[in-house]
């Protein structure tokens, strides 16, 4: 597994994957070498992959009282359009979490977007605007406060909110400047954020600009986001 971070950090797609395979097969049954192996094929653009993994990691882990592997598994399956067929599993899952600890940031983030992905985008938004609310600095490394406004810019569109739209966009493209700068100062990103910004990023973009994003196109984000939409 730890190879295969540095060849994610490297961006070596197809190797990061062999080798998040590699650590599945030697009996690692924790839902992160899983969680890694469906960002990477991702960012490869393999998402017939992605979704076949993301489905597994629902049924895997639907059931464990675990809060943190019920969250990756939940939050797995919103990393790009159309993870599953059926949200239902999901949201139940994100859901169960989130009553397990309803400060943490990081869970009420994922119920959000996953209510966003299920199409319950009123509820969604409610969600989303208390999670912004909370206070990320408690494990900056679990999740972000650009993950609630990507989603935000989003469901609002949605929901015909256009100028709102833009403006959590934007606010989530300042956010994301700001981490980027500090990544590259002194503070490094682990590959894994960077990505996930990479590929929200990128979809929000898509949507607001009123095309419609085709599956294929949203889910191969480029890690280097702020390059990737011309910033």
């Known amino acids: 597994q730890v190879r295969g971070v540095v060849r994610a950090e490297l961006e070596l797609w197809p ?4 080798d998040f395979s590699k650590t599945i097969e030697m009996g690692d049954g924790s839902c992160i070498p899983r969680y890694l192996r469906a960002l990477a094929n991702c960012a490869r653009g393999e998402l017939e992959a992605y979704r076949a993994e993301c489905w597994d990691m629902l049924v895997a882990y639907n059931q464990l009282d675990d ?8 939050w797995t399956c919103v990393l790009a359009p159309d993870a599953v067929s059926d949200f239902a599993p999901a949201v139940s899952l994100a859901e169960r979490v989130a009553r397990l600890d309803v400060n943490s940031p990081q869970f009420a983030v994922t119920l959000g977007a996953v209510l966003y992905r299920a199409g319950r985008f009123e509820e969604a938004l409610a969600q989303l605007e208390a999670a912004e609310q ?3 600095s408690v494990d900056r490394l679990a999740s972000c406060r650009e993950y609630a406004w990507l989603f935000l810019a989003m469901t609002e569109h949605r929901l015909q909110h256009l100028d709102k ?4 966009l934007d ?5 994301g400047d700001n981490a980027l700068d500090e990544h590259a100062a002194a503070a490094p990103l682990p590959w894994n954020r960077r990505q996930t910004l990479a590929l929200l990023q990128k979809e929000a973009e898509a949507l607001l600009a009123g095309s419609s994003p085709a599956r294929a196109e949203v889910a191969g984000g480029d890690p280097n986001w702020a390059a990737s939409v011309g910033k």
């Open 15 to 18: 190797q990061a994957v062999d």
């Open 67 to 74: 809060a943190n592997t019920g969250n990756l598994a939940a």
């Open 134 to 136: 909370l206070d990320f």
């Open 165 to 168: 739209a833009r403006e959590w």
């Open 171 to 175: 606010k989530a493209r300042a956010g």
